[in-house]
């Protein structure tokens, strides 16, 4: 430990010499990424397989062909932030120390919220030292509306886009004729309930709402008392936005209670999910997400999965956009030959990139939102040839709404840095 | 100790705390050290209850969260000058916040101290943690509430707009606060919450209503809880439920404990071990969780009274210039116990490890070989027996060191 | 309406009597020892996962019989090496040493087994409905969950009251010192109480698992509830224990049942408030959404007005 403390006196010294010697010595630089999401304790298990994705997508795409930038590589510099705020805000300040300017981010939108607040904040107090965010998955409409940042871009659609597909979907389902919501009692289950109502409510006023319930996030021992509401309340189909363990015993306790109806999520599948809910959630879990995951429309795709696959058998790409979110970074960087975050921010605004499933992204400049496809998806083993957890099971598309559909309207009022 | 003598501690202390950013000035280095000052007075604000006054608490976050949180709105009515305040006075608003909320609780609770008081102590954090969740408008919900230091009137042309300003103005908070929880032991009230601790029935006999000396213990620990509470909204500009819920109460009563309860210095012994595992070790390992855990549990059963304890011990071999017989001996027992403890992190990372190799303290180790196996495990053994065979002659030594004559020398 | 009171009282039970076999160990441990053991939970979980294990190679049944056995016996040896070599710093350090320990054996698990939900399933023969009420089902396993707990109950109820042991286990709840003094082996009893109160949290873990879902924050889950219910019921008092248990697990099931709330009460009254009003988050608070907190809101007022708990005798 003593060494250690040495050593951070060093690596201030190693900064500022960075800092002051030309690009030409940069050459040899690994251009170096933060991976910033909880790598131990409880959630540990869905950020570490969000770095497996990403760690694994810069060594597939790009160090093994000889790097970027000519002929830097990528290193991944993976941070802890254990999914706490506060936590959040100690791995911020090491990223900064270690001159770590791009950090990936996803796991919680009050994590993101945190971030996003001390990014701008700090970037305004240290323009010599600016930091980019990744958002790759915190999907708080908030983060690129009434709260957007110019140092803030959100790779997944956010949570009204994906309700509003899962509606249509909904929508279209003629026996639905009454509908259960009930997720956890914090902003997104609030935004979750709130968008549903208002959507439902437009799209098929005679869907009638017979539960709106909140119950306190990661403290409910056994779902079955509200089950037993959603039983007795008679709704053809509940919606949920729960996730970890709140989801698995919720799902569980439906099915348990010989309840038949579709339930309609954002997050009930992979890391353990998906083989827990296993036969007995079969055609009753729907999802929705972007990049469909059966049928994997391009070959590049496929072996991407099977390569990632025979690396980490034990886990899946769970998280598409991470790869996304990598390949339009990479591409601004190649574009503007830099690796600063304001030039590359720059270059990302209004960028428009095929990914691995031949689909044409947009981010939009206004408020760095990105659109793409949507689907919703069932929980099966028929037709999936790449399934989730080993278990044989996994998610088949079952509907697709196109990118330029799924666009909304920001209210964002984006504040610029002058340059 | 003379007079003279206990001055100088305190200002080698104030030296100490003011001259640590001229040795270490990385943005990193500040940040620990941010969190070290808050650490330290929140551990020694909870030492006040447990180590002095004997109450066990699992929820003295609560006096730490509500006072930050009341600092940040106190932020966020200066940002938008609805008055107009300094923020160097904001952790005594957190204090403050912390003393109302102290003496509200203290008044029900500190009528029991043990078993009962630390239940009250634990569905009280629980409620407020969980009401705190419920009332999205002042405490935002999950995601907290923030504010920005930097309005208000500057002090002398500082905006402490970066990490190393709000560093000197805790330092200067963090050593106030240790004077005063200093002052508050040598009082006659902090004096019987130590009677109470150890008898209260005879503490009563002298005339001191053991509840009233709980009591005051009580309000004054929640007074300084909330003055960390305040230090931490400036630190971080924010603040979020996770600061008054159970993982932080549980975090301040490891501290308090590693370092050592019943010694003043022993909070701040553990305050800075604690953070510099939580911010160092947490980025080398994926497991750093576990090895607390069992440094934690080594620590209870080997050293009750924590690191500052350990170090205490050996006051007596010290006064008599025997410190120097414990040398060798512990050098003995203490590189093959180091070896296998650290054969056993070895061991515990490659089990954890997906890769076909990785590298420990520089060395390179096939996790797939059978043959990596067999010589950690033979390091690990040959290590722990090495350990157990030294044991009884440093036993021996400690012994000696101590004896005062041979003959008075009682068996363990 | 009925039959979700029906079934909110069915719910009630299933997670009465599951808290009741936690509790019951706890009560044991608290009534022999002085310690309130903060890891109990976690041997609960340990259960759970145990038997997650075994049920992949030998089934459900060989996890419902290993499992607790093992548990126990990791309990014991806890108490043997550990608790016992605190037990001389008193009891905050045992206490203490407990938290830690609770600490620790959730590190442990996601150590050993990843942090990621298991898979254990509740035997196939169980998989059918025990009966089907109003449209809903009642599964049998929630019934073979009764009926373990309640046979666990009469059980531990016929040991402790007619066997010498539990004489013994009766005489240390009123008169621990005497009880010393009478020559019994003290620290035997200690390790046998402990293993055993541990491998009944166990077992509540091995029949829990598979219906309240097996992962790394299950003990979390139910960890403080279980105090909470020892202190309710009055520390020591095995029949305390049980009818708190039954309290909190119907308390929490009707809370959640029921629809009322604020808004219900404010109109009762005839109040309203504007949706912009500064206690908004309270005038449209519902009883469901604070039914997890009623147990401490329940366990504060209790140790406020009757420290003793409903049945407790002794307050230290």
Same mark, same amino acid.
């Given at each position: 430990m003593k060494s250690k403390i040495f050593s951070f006196r060093l690596n201030g010294l190693l900064l500022v010499s960075l800092l002051s010697l030309s690009t030409a010595s940069q050459a040899q630089e690994p251009v170096r990424i933060a991976f910033m999401d909880p790598l131990s304790g409880t959630f540990a298990s869905i950020g570490t397989s969000g770095l497996k994705i990403l760690q694994f997508a810069a060594d597939y795409l790009y160090n093994s062909k000889g790097g970027i930038l000519g002929g830097r590589m990528i290193e991944i510099v993976p941070l802890d932030n254990k999914q706490s705020p506060t936590d959040t805000q100690l791995q911020f300040r090491r990223a900064v120390s270690d001159g770590l300017q791009i950090i990936f981010q996803g796991n919680s939108s009050a994590v993101a919220n945190t971030l996003s607040t001390t990014i701008a904040r700090h970037n305004r107090r240290n323009p010599e030292m600016e930091v980019l965010q990744i958002n790759y998955s915190a999907v708080d409409p908030a983060l690129t509306e009434e709260d957007c940042s110019f140092w803030h871009f959100r790779f997944d659609a956010h949570a009204v886009m994906k309700l509003n597909v899962l509606t249509d979907y909904i929508a279209q389902n003629q026996d639905i004729k009454s509908m259960y919501i009930i997720g956890q009692d914090y902003s997104f289950g609030h935004v979750v309930a709130d968008t549903s109502i208002r959507l439902l409510n437009e799209k098929r006023p005679d869907i009638e709402i017979v539960g709106n319930e909140f119950h306190p996030i990661g403290q409910v021992k056994d779902f079955t008392p509200y089950v037993t509401k959603i039983v007795s309340s008679g709704a053809d189909a509940v919606i949920t936005g729960n996730f970890g363990a709140d989801m698995v015993s919720l799902a569980r306790s439906i099915i348990d209670s010989g309840l038949e109806i579709p339930v309609y999520t954002f997050y009930a599948a992979y890391d353990g999910i998906t083989a827990t809910l296993g036969e007995d959630g079969k055609n009753l879990i729907r999802l929705v997400h972007n990049e469909s995951s059966n049928p994997i429309p391009t070959e590049t795709r496929k072996d991407f999965i099977r390569a990632f696959k025979a690396k980490n058998p034990n886990n899946d790409v769970t998280q598409q956009r991470i790869v996304n979110a990598l390949q339009m970074m990479v591409t601004a960087m190649e574009e503007t030959q830099s690796t600063d975050p304001y030039t590359i921010a720059l270059a990302l605004e209004d960028m428009r990139f095929t990914n691995m499933s031949g689909e044409e992204l947009w981010m939009r400049g206004s408020d760095h939102q990105i659109f793409q496809s949507l689907h919703v998806s069932v929980h099966t083993d028929e037709g999936v040839e790449f399934d989730a957890d080993n278990s044989g099971f996994g998610l088949l598309s079952e509907y697709h709404v196109p990118a330029e559909e799924t666009i909304v309207e920001s209210s964002c009022q984006m504040q610029r840095p002058r340059r | 100790m003379g007079m003279i003598k206990k001055l100088s501690v305190w200002i080698g202390y104030l030296i100490v705390l003011l001259a640590l950013p001229q040795f270490f000035d990385s943005i990193l280095a500040i940040s620990i050290f941010n969190q070290m000052a808050i650490a330290i007075v929140f551990s020694l604000s909870y030492n006040m209850l447990l180590g002095q006054g004997g109450m066990l608490s699992f929820g003295h976050a609560v006096y730490f969260g509500l006072g930050g949180f009341l600092a940040v709105h106190a932020l966020i009515l200066i940002e938008f000058e609805t008055v107009y305040f300094s923020i160097l006075f904001i952790p005594l608003i957190g204090g403050v916040i912390g003393l109302l909320a102290a003496i509200f609780i203290g008044s029900f609770s500190t009528r029991k101290a043990g078993t009962i008081f630390a239940m009250i102590s634990l569905g009280i954090g629980e409620l407020i943690a969980a009401t705190s969740l419920i009332f999205t408008d002042f405490f935002g919900g999950e995601a907290g509430i923030s504010g920005d230091r930097? %309005?208000?009137?500057l002090f002398f042309g500082v905006d402490f707009a970066q990490d190393l300003e709000i560093y000197y103005l805790a330092a200067i908070w963090v050593f106030i606060a240790t004077v005063f929880m200093y002052l508050f032991t040598q009082t006659p009230a902090g004096r019987m919450a130590n009677a109470v601790r150890e008898n209260p029935e005879r503490a009563e006999f002298i005339g001191y209503s053991a509840r009233r000396v709980r009591f005051i213990s009580f309000c004054a620990s929640g007074l300084f809880a909330g003055i960390a509470g305040g230090l931490f909204a400036l630190n971080y500009e924010f603040i979020t439920e996770e600061n008054l819920n159970a993982i932080t109460s549980g975090r301040v009563l490891l501290m308090a404990y590693i370092g050592g309860?019943?010694? %003043?210095i022993g909070p701040i012994i553990g305050a800075v071990i604690l953070t510099l595992m939580n911010s160092l070790l947490s980025n080398y390992s994926e497991l750093w969780m576990l090895y607390l855990g069992i440094m934690f549990i080594l620590t209870v059963m080997f050293l009750p009274r924590g690191f500052a304890g350990f170090i205490m011990m050996h006051q007596t071999a010290w006064l008599r210039g025997n410190l120097k017989q414990l040398a060798l001996p512990y050098l003995i027992s203490g590189i093959p116990a180091f070896l296998f403890s650290m054969t056993c992190v070895a061991m515990i990372e490659m089990m954890q490890t997906e890769e076909q190799s990785f590298s420990f303290f520089g060395m390179q180790l096939a996790t797939d070989a059978a043959l990596t196996w067999i010589v950690a495990i033979t390091i690990a053994v040959a290590a722990f027996y090495a350990t157990r065979r030294s044991l009884p002659q440093l036993r021996d030594a400690w012994e000696s060191a101590n004896a005062i004559p041979a003959s008075e020398k009682t068996e363990s | 309406m009925l039959e979700v009171l029906i079934f909110a009282t069915l719910n009630g039970l299933v997670t009465g009597l599951l808290l009741f076999m936690l509790a019951s160990g706890l009560t044991l441990i608290f009534s022999m020892m002085g310690v309130l053991n903060f890891a109990h939970a976690s041997f609960y979980m340990l259960g759970a996962y145990f038997a997650f294990s075994i049920s992949q190679y030998l089934g459900f049944w060989a996890g419902l019989i290993f499992a607790p056995l093992i548990v126990g016996s990791v309990g014991a040896l806890v108490e043997r090496y550990g608790l016992r070599r605190v037990h001389k710093s008193g009891h905050v350090a045992e206490l203490v040493f407990t938290f830690g320990l609770a600490f620790l054996v959730e590190e442990a698990i996601q150590f050993i087994w990843g942090r990621d939900t298991k898979n254990y399933q509740s035997p196939d023969i169980l998989d059918f409905p025990l009966f089907t009420l109003f449209g809903q089902e009642f599964s049998a396993y929630r019934g073979f969950m009764i009926a373990i707990s309640l046979g666990i109950f009469i059980c531990l109820y016929r040991v402790l009251t007619r066997s010498r042991i539990g004489i013994i286990i009766q005489a240390a709840i009123t008169h621990p010192n005497t009880v010393a003094n009478l020559g019994h082996n003290v620290p035997l009893i200690f390790m046998g109480v402990f293993g055993v109160g541990t491998a009944l949290a166990g077992l509540a873990g091995v029949i829990a698992g598979p219906v309240l879902t097996t992962f790394p924050g299950m003990a979390a889950v139910l960890g403080s509830i279980v105090f909470v219910i020892v202190v309710i019921g009055g520390l020591g008092s095995l029949a305390g224990a049980f009818i708190a248990s039954l309290l909190i697990g119907l308390l929490q099931s009707y809370a959640i049942a029921s629809d009322v709330g604020m808004p219900e009460l404010l109109n009762l009254i005839g109040v309203s408030f504007e949706s912009s009003h500064p206690l908004n988050d309270l005038w449209t608070l519902t009883l469901p959404q604070v039914a997890p907190i009623l147990p401490f809101l329940l366990l504060v007022l209790v140790l406020i007005f009757r420290p003793t708990g409903l049945l407790g005798k002794r307050e230290e």
């Open positions: - | 930097t %309005f208000g009137p309860l019943g010694y %003043f | -």
